[in-house]
Structure formats: structure tokens, C-alpha cells
């Protein structure tokens, strides 16, 4: 036997204080009586049981060393060693978006592997070590050789599945890093799926089976004044007759039926369906089956009609506008939302979308809305970028070859001629300073002479280092009103590109003009609020359903926009078979040492002893009486 705290026994002390306490303590108590008939009556009664009163004194004082003693054995914490009776576990458990799917006891099939480790776990011996390892959104070593049960069935417990489409590689690679270094180590891998070989894994699979049917790739398009919702229905597990019902979003937002029809899914293949409705319009549509399934999550996709529409107005500040207004009438932009402005007339004039300084620049940077700067004469401060000398150019100038996502949508359409004498007369060098996250879409001998990012403020600049009438060739060309409608809308960017996504895309969400803030409410009521001191915030999709992105605008305004996220096509087969899943090493047999030290028997007898001491004291002191 060990002791975990052997200064426990320091309550020992009270022992002789005990005995002290009861060779110095007075038995008898002064009392008042009416008689001395009855006096001398007490006396001989007393006279009677002192040998019996000095017993239960005798046997109370044992009781409190007896309590005393054991209340210093709880304090020490005495425990067993059992030799080599504790194991080191390694669980892998599977939390892609497959496992949310119900078995037969309507228990998900994540809580039925979260109910494996939890019995491994209670089932073993104390001093055992736990490590976990969670395939989900991404693959994280939850707890490594941990040694509290409790503890380590309490995080488990808290575990939800993901959404996504997790492979096991990852885990696989964590599981043989561990085993290399623990070889005597029992891993489970818990998961829905089966492996033709295995090694060196207990392989729990928690799947049932089950039924599956899915719906995906749901679009809406108008002809002939009626809209026509169409997609495609899967089946998984057998060929199905199934019933799709369309519905619409009504004005408080709820969905209202429109329609149904049936559809022959034939099994592991997308079977189209197509309804036809008398509306013209719509704000939110819902296409679901009816027939319930293992999987409800991909038994609807809801699709929303965003009108990506940013009316802000733009000023053009120029004393030679005519280029420039020709342009963005070729672009679209109708007079009445241009005003243009001389140089001198101009008074950090705001609450613009759009500002273009051609040939000029302001004193002081616009705090709201874009900025197009053409042949700055001088840096701005807060632009990010800085003005230097001009150059007379070298070599032809060159598209980015960059695959940088805002780099491809602003290049997009253009085309690349290498045959083309393509230089301006001059340019201007300038430096660009990393805070403003600038891409280079045109450079010449190195230098970028067109290049978009941000400004101290977060709002898009769009920079041309040339004067457009020295540049032509390039300015009265295709290309040049390509790469305008592409700064055009990277200038009035929509929150976002779509409305359909799959869970584990990582969307992109712009900060129009004249916004402050963004705010998303994830479809189980979670609020995230990204980072927008750049154009564009990055947010990853981890939940299936719908998720609101709401915009607040300067003026106290907001701009909401709805944007679903469907479960990847791959977690949407509920059996699945895989090649292997191999764990390279030879086990060790070396266990640990397991621990017993269950003190529940221990308090019992304190117990006890406090009962029986408190009753030998009653009986003592009604004795004395």
C-alpha cells in the first residue's frame, strides 16, 4: 500500500488530546433537587452503574480514536498498485458528416461511439491514460495520455459531430505518430465505415445501416413568365419512388407549400426533377423529400434569390473627364449616378460609393467608399501605396500570372496577347506597403502600374500608374474595358457570390461600401463576428442549414443576405467500405501500473463509528442525570 498524501496522518495529533480531554473532563453536573429523599435515591442508582459508566466512557473514547484514525487514513490517500494492470488507450473517433446519421434507436451514430469510449474508459482500471484523437471539421488530438477518467469522460461527452467531409488520413497519420511512440498502446478507431485490412486497430463500427435520400444542385430559372425549379434526388441504398414537395418563403419568412410531384430515384445515381410554378419571382425556395430517412440532414436544400444591387453613387474628380466618362457609360454606370467634379472644386466631398482622382488627388483620404486613383501626381496618406519617379518602360507590360482568387476575378475574360507591343509612354513607380494586401494585375520591367487593395480604412483602392491617354493601346482596347467591368464590381463587390455553398467551403464575404460591421448567425444560433479591417472577410462553412450574413451600414442601416450550406456529397452514403487502415509497428506489452483507491468503504466506517460515539454519549449523559 502507498500513501498519495502521507501528512495526512498529522490528525493523529488529536489522539492524545482525545485522552487528555477525557482524564481531565468532570462526569458530574450540579443539579437542584427537591428533596434529599430523592438525593440519596440518585446516589445509590449512580453508586449501581459506575462500573457500566466507566465502560461506555472507555468505549467512547475508543470510538473517537477509532474516528480519529481513519479520518487521518482518508486524509493520506491510501491506494493499491496493481502491477501492470492499467492499459494506455488511443481512440480515433470518427466525426465526419456521415455520423450524424440515426441508427435504429434513433441514437445518432456519433453518440453510439461516444458511448463506446465511454465504457472502455469507466471499464478500466485507474491509471490507465487516455489519448483522443477527433476526425470533425479537421482533425485535432483532443487529450493526450491523460490520466483522469472523470475528466476525460466529461470531454467526451461534450463532443458533437461535424458536417464535413473528413478523411481519415490525417488521423491515421496522428495514430501511428502516437503508436510509434507508445507501442503498447490499445487504439480503437471508431468510425461508420468498414476496412478491408486493418492492423494494430480495434475497429468499432457503429453504423446500422439504413436509408438515405438526398436532394442537390437546386436551381430556379424564368421562362416565359413562370419559373421552373429544377434538380436532382438521390437515392442511396435502393432504387426509391419518392415525393418532392416545393415550397416558398411567404412574407414573415415562413415556407408555404406550392407543389409536390413524384420522382423514380434509381439507386447511387442523381435522378433531375424539374416543377414547374405559376410564380415569377420568389426571396427563398425550398425543395425537400418527404419520405423520412437515417439522414435528415440532406433531405432538403433551401435556395435564395439575392439581388446583388449596390446603388451608390460615384464621383469622378478630373479636368479632362471626357475618357473616363465615356468609359464608365460603356460599363453601365447611368449619368444620374455620376457627378463630376473639377479639381478645384473639390471639398472631401462624402457619401459616395466610388471616388475616382484622375490626374489629382485630395488632401485628406475618404474615410467610407472606393477609391480609383489614375496617374496619381502624389502619395495620399492612408493609401498603402507610395508615388515615386517616372519611368520610361523597358519591356512590354504583363498580366499577373498570380492564382490568387482576387487576382483571377479581376483579370477574368482577359485576353493574353503575346504578340502585342503592349507599353505605355511612361509610368510611375510605386511602392506598395504589405498592410494594404495588394494584387498586381498589370506590371512593366517589375513594376506594377495596375494593382488593387485596401486603404488604412479597409475600403478597395484600385491604382492605374499611367496617364490613360500615354497608354492607348491598352486603354481603347478590349482588355481595358474587361479589367474596368472587373474593378468595376471588385469596387461594388456583392456580400457574396452565391447563395449555395457545401459545408467545409470557405466563402468569402465583401465589405460593400459604406459598411462597418459584419455579423453571421450560423444555422444552430451561433454569432460570429469576422474580422473586416480588410475588403473581405474569410469564414469557413461547418454547419449544414442556413446562415445569415448581415452588413451595418454607416448610416444605421443593415444588408442582409441568406447564403445554405448542404452536406458534401460524400457523407451522404451511409455504407461505405474502404481499403485499409494500417497502423505500421509491432505492439509492446509493457502495461502500467493501475491504481485502486476507492475510500467509499472508508467513510462508511466513519460513519458508523460517529453514529455509535454519539449514541454511547446519549446513553452516558442520560445516565448522568
Known amino acids: 500500500m502507498s500513501l498519495a498524501y502521507p501528512l495526512g496522518f498529522l490528525a493523529l495529533i488529536a489522539i492524545p488530546v482525545l485522552i487528555l480531554i477525557y482524564i481531565i473532563k468532570n462526569r458530574y453536573t450540579e443539579q437542584t433537587v427537591s428533596s434529599t429523599y430523592l438525593w440519596n435515591l440518585s446516589e445509590r442508582f449512580i453508586k449501581r452503574r459506575i462500573p457500566i459508566n466507566r465502560i461506555t466512557g472507555i468505549i467512547n473514547l475508543i470510538l473517537q480514536i477509532l474516528a480519529v484514525i481513519a479520518i487521518a487514513i482518508i486524509l493520506s490517500r491510501p491506494f493499491l498498485i496493481m502491477k501492470g494492470g492499467a492499459q494506455t488507450y488511443c481512440f480515433i473517433l470518427d466525426g465526419s458528416g456521415s455520423m450524424n446519421a440515426l441508427c435504429t434507436d434513433d441514437k445518432s451514430r456519433f453518440e453510439k461511439g461516444k458511448d463506446e469510449i465511454l465504457k472502455i474508459i469507466d471499464d478500466s482500471v485507474k491509471g490507465s491514460q487516455y489519448t483522443l484523437i477527433y476526425a470533425g471539421t479537421s482533425t485535432e488530438t483532443i487529450f493526450e495520455n491523460y490520466a483522469d477518467k472523470d475528466n476525460a469522460m466529461e470531454v467526451v461527452r461534450d463532443l458533437t459531430a461535424a458536417y464535413s467531409a473528413t478523411p481519415l488520413t490525417a488521423a491515421l497519420s496522428a495514430a501511428q505518430k502516437y503508436f510509434t511512440s507508445n507501442p503498447s498502446a490499445k487504439t480503437y478507431l471508431i468510425t461508420d465505415k468498414n476496412f478491408e485490412t486493418t492492423n494494430n486497430i480495434n475497429l468499432v463500427n457503429v453504423s446500422d445501416g439504413g436509408e438515405n435520400y438526398a436532394v442537390s444542385g437546386v436551381e430556379a430559372t424564368l421562362s416565359d413568365g413562370k419559373l421552373n425549379v429544377s434538380g436532382n434526388v438521390s437515392s442511396y441504398e435502393s432504387d426509391a419512388e419518392l415525393t418532392l414537395e416545393l415550397y416558398f418563403a411567404g412574407e414573415g419568412g415562413e415556407f408555404v407549400k406550392d407543389g409536390d410531384i413524384t420522382v423514380t430515384a434509381a439507386k447511387l445515381a442523381q435522378t433531375a426533377f424539374s416543377f414547374k410554378s405559376e410564380r415569377s419571382d420568389y426571396t427563398a425556395l425550398k425543395v425537400r423529400v418527404a419520405q423520412q430517412d437515417a439522414l435528415p440532414l440532406d433531405n432538403e436544400q433551401t435556395l435564395f434569390n439575392a439581388k446583388f444591387e449596390n446603388i451608390s453613387k460615384i464621383m469622378l474628380v478630373s479636368d479632362t473627364p471626357f475618357f473616363m466618362h465615356a468609359a464608365l457609360s460603356a460599363l453601365g454606370i447611368p449619368d444620374d449616378r455620376l457627378d463630376i467634379v473639377e479639381s478645384e472644386k473639390y471639398a472631401e466631398q462624402s457619401g459616395y460609393g466610388l471616388y475616382i482622382y484622375e490626374n489629382f488627388v485630395p488632401e485628406e483620404l475618404p474615410r467610407e467608399g472606393a477609391t480609383w486613383f489614375i496617374n496619381p501626381p502624389e ?247
Not at 448542404?566 to 455504407?575: N, Y
Not at 501500473?593 to 463509528?609: M, N, Q, R, T, Y
Open 379 to 625: 502619395s495620399v496618406k492612408g493609401t498603402n501605396f507610395s508615388t515615386g519617379d517616372w519611368y520610361f518602360p523597358v519591356d512590354r507590360a504583363e498580366f499577373s500570372q498570380s492564382s490568387a482568387t482576387t487576382t483571377r476575378n479581376l483579370l477574368k475574360g482577359i485576353i493574353r496577347n503575346e504578340s502585342e507591343d503592349f507599353k505605355p509612354r511612361q509610368y510611375m513607380k510605386c511602392g506598395l506597403s504589405s498592410g494594404g494586401k495588394f494584387n498586381t494585375l498589370l506590371s512593366c520591367d517589375g513594376s506594377p502600374i495596375i494593382f488593387a487593395g485596401t486603404n488604412i480604412y479597409g475600403n478597395r483602392e484600385t491604382v492605374f500608374a499611367f496617364d490613360v491617354k500615354d497608354f492607348a493601346l491598352f486603354t481603347l482596347g478590349a482588355n481595358f474595358s474587361v479589367m474596368s467591368s472587373n474593378i468595376l464590381t471588385y469596387s461594388f463587390p456583392p456580400v457574396v457570390d452565391n447563395t449555395s455553398y457545401i459545408c467545409g467551403d470557405v466563402i468569402q464575404i465583401n465589405r460593400i461600401p459604406n459598411s462597418t460591421s459584419i455579423s453571421i448567425v450560423t444555422p444552430s444560433g451561433k454569432n460570429v463576428y469576422p474580422d473586416v479591417s480588410s475588403s473581405a472577410a474569410e469564414y469557413e462553412l461547418e454547419e449544414v442549414g442556413v446562415y445569415k450574413i448581415t452588413l451595418a451600414m454607416k448610416d444605421n442601416s443593415e444588408m442582409s443576405v441568406n447564403v445554405y450550406s448542404s452536406l458534401p456529397e460524400a457523407e451522404r452514403v451511409l455504407t461505405v467500405t474502404e481499403k485499409e487502415f494500417i497502423i505500421q509497428g509491432t505492439p509492446a506489452a509493457s502495461n502500467l501500473d493501475g491504481i485502486i483507491d476507492d475510500l467509499l468503504i472508508l467513510f462508511i466506517v466513519l460513519a458508523v463509528l460517529a453514529v455509535a460515539d454519539y449514541g454511547v454519549y446519549c446513553y452516558e449523559q442520560y445516565q448522568l442525570r
